[in-house]
């Protein structure tokens, strides 16, 4: 998309191959806000940290900030309580905290940075003060192999309480980054290094490409001096005043949404009708009010072959609506049983002809997917994802057949529609959308005539992979 190559034009520009670093940092560099912050909310929230526990956290960060104690020795002072615990028990943790609280704030910008070194065949490496339970997780989750970071001292596989000296920290991360490159033959007069923080000012100055992100104040007067590109994300973090205005602009579209669909249906005896034209001016109205804008790829397969069943990834909240504002009308979608009781939406969803899936019993489910079937040779078509449930992640989720045994039965093709990056827009567990470019691609149609349920599975990996490639090749 424009912006994103915008945004990487500097890397795409660059020299391939592992000689190229690319380093970054973690807190307000590749997530919004602070990950400390994130396992301190935990412990609060578990009711794990005593008040002596608190007393001494606070004590640590108030004697840190008055330069009166060491970086390790804050570490020391404010993980005390993880004395004892097992690598395995810490990694845990952080996989979980990370699931919970961290991985919707990863900024989709530092998302597209990283993909763009990577493509180039940059050595990637995250460096951060934070210790392996802390990062290892977002590493992970951006496919990021190199971890240079605070390493805690181990015994017998458990957490003394103690921090390996020198810890990565200020100039520890130049020394950190001058080893990675004496190890693997990077040029750090070459390489890229991501920071928020003055702190990182001596591997800032060390690399050749220093790349302020969301700088502090003071590194943000240094990098104004020096004529460094300065990188300010706000795609995650607080939503400002004015998002959370289109937020409720949007909502309230759906008054003239109904005052169109309402007549539609009373003039033609249609609720289908009426629907079909309620929800493709809502979709409209809604996207535009709250800035989210569509870069479509192959759309012409979205009428090429109707009924069809279109199948897409699951990452946010947002995406029935996409879906609506590419498909427009003629569609029936599936939602889970326990919508079907609900006295507003319940009522809605009947009169336009969704299938409701039993999803705790196989057998319900197939029984369930009949009217699915049924809808298709009516001519009308099926929009579901088969991943069944959204992702915390951009990361695609195993497919579940329903779809699959749906346009088999039925004779019709399967039409692949893959979103790239809704999650730019609306991450999972939140509520206000940002403005965004959001990359959709329609594959061709892919017939189904010639399936059999002993192929059901080779198709299904075949379909998954197809958009995976597409995902990655973002």
């Given at each position: 998309?424009?912006?994103?190559?915008?945004?990487?034009?500097?890397?795409?520009?660059?020299?391939?191959?592992?000689?190229?670093?690319?380093?970054?940092?973690?807190?307000?560099?590749?997530?919004?806000?602070?990950?400390?912050?994130?396992?301190?909310?935990?412990?609060?929230?578990?009711?794990?940290?005593?008040?002596?526990?608190?007393?001494?956290?606070?004590?640590?960060?108030?004697?840190?900030?008055?330069?009166?104690?060491?970086?390790?020795?804050?570490?020391?002072?404010?993980?005390?309580?993880?004395?004892?615990?097992?690598a395995a028990e810490l990694e845990e943790l952080g996989a979980r905290i990370f699931a919970e609280r961290l991985a919707t704030e990863i900024y989709p910008e530092s998302r597209a940075l990283v993909s763009a070194h990577q493509r180039r065949g940059h050595t990637v490496a995250i460096i951060s003060s934070a210790t392996h339970f802390q990062v290892d997780a977002v590493a992970r989750e951006l496919g990021i192999e190199t971890v240079l970071c605070t390493e805690l001292e181990m015994e017998e596989g458990h957490f003394t309480g103690k921090v390996m000296r020198p810890a990565c920290f200020r100039e520890g991360k130049l020394h950190a980054a001058q080893g990675l490159a004496a190890r693997q033959g990077v040029d750090l007069d070459q390489s890229f290094f991501y920071s928020d923080s003055y702190d990182d000012i001596s591997l800032l100055e060390g690399v050749g490409n220093p790349k302020p992100v969301n700088p502090d104040k003071k590194l943000s007067e240094i990098a104004e001096k020096r004529g460094w590109p300065v990188l300010d994300f706000a795609s995650r973090g607080r939503p400002s005043?004015?998002?959370?205005?289109?937020?409720?602009?949007?909502?309230?579209?759906?008054?003239?949404?109904?005052?169109?669909?309402?007549?539609?249906?009373?003039?033609?005896?249609?609720?289908?009708?009426?629907?079909?034209?309620?929800?493709?001016?809502?979709?409209?109205?809604?996207?535009?009010?709250?800035?989210?804008?569509?870069?479509?790829?192959?759309?012409?397969?979205?009428?090429?072959?109707?009924?069809?069943?279109?199948?897409?990834?699951?990452?946010?909240?947002?995406?029935?609506?996409?879906?609506?504002?590419?498909?427009?009308?003629?569609?029936?979608?599936?939602?889970?049983?326990?919508?079907?009781?609900?006295?507003?939406?319940?009522?809605?969803?009947?009169?336009?002809?969704?299938?409701?899936?039993?999803?705790?019993?196989?057998?319900?489910?197939?029984?369930?997917?009949?009217?699915?079937?049924?809808?298709?040779?009516?001519?009308?078509?099926?929009?579901i994802a088969p991943e069944g449930t959204r992702s915390s992640t951009p990361r695609l989720g195993p497919f579940k057949k329903g779809a699959f045994h749906v346009a088999m039965q039925a004779g019709v093709p399967i039409?692949?529609?893959?979103?790239?990056?809704?999650?730019?827009?609306?991450?999972?567990?939140?509520?206000?959308?940002?403005?965004?470019?959001?990359?959709?691609?329609?594959?061709?149609?892919?017939?189904?005539?010639?399936?059999?349920?002993?192929?059901?599975?080779?198709?299904?990996e075949k379909i998954q992979r197809l958009f995976q490639e597409t995902l990655d090749d973002a």
């Open positions: 998309m424009a912006l994103r190559a915008e945004l990487t034009r500097g890397i795409t520009a660059s020299p391939e191959g592992p000689k190229i670093g690319a380093f970054f940092d973690v807190d307000r560099t590749l997530l919004a806000g602070y990950s400390a912050t994130a396992f301190f909310q935990d412990k609060l929230s578990s009711r794990e940290l005593s008040f002596a526990d608190f007393l001494q956290s606070t004590r640590a960060a108030l004697r840190f900030g008055l330069e009166q104690t060491s970086f390790p020795t804050l570490i020391e002072e404010t993980s005390s309580d993880f004395r004892g615990r097992s005043a004015r998002e959370i205005l289109r937020l409720g602009l949007s909502l309230s579209a759906l008054g003239p949404a109904a005052m169109v669909g309402i007549p539609a249906a009373l003039a033609t005896g249609s609720v289908r009708r009426g629907f079909d034209l309620g929800i493709s001016t809502y979709s409209d109205l809604s996207t535009a009010l709250t800035g989210v804008e569509l870069e479509v790829e192959g759309e012409q397969h979205l009428w090429s072959h109707r009924p069809a069943v279109f199948i897409f990834n699951h990452q946010t909240g947002l995406d029935t609506l996409l879906m609506s504002k590419l498909l427009r009308k003629d569609v029936v979608g599936v939602a889970k049983a326990e919508l079907s009781g609900n006295p507003i939406m319940g009522p809605l969803l009947r009169a336009t002809g969704t299938v409701f899936v039993e999803r705790s019993s196989r057998g319900k489910a197939a029984e369930a997917m009949q009217p699915a079937v049924d809808a298709l040779a009516d001519g009308l078509s099926l929009v039409v692949p529609v893959i979103i790239r990056n809704a999650g730019d827009a609306l991450p999972n567990k939140t509520f206000v959308v940002r403005p965004a470019t959001v990359e959709v691609v329609i594959h061709p149609p892919i017939p189904t005539t010639d399936w059999s349920p002993k192929e059901l599975d080779a198709r299904i």
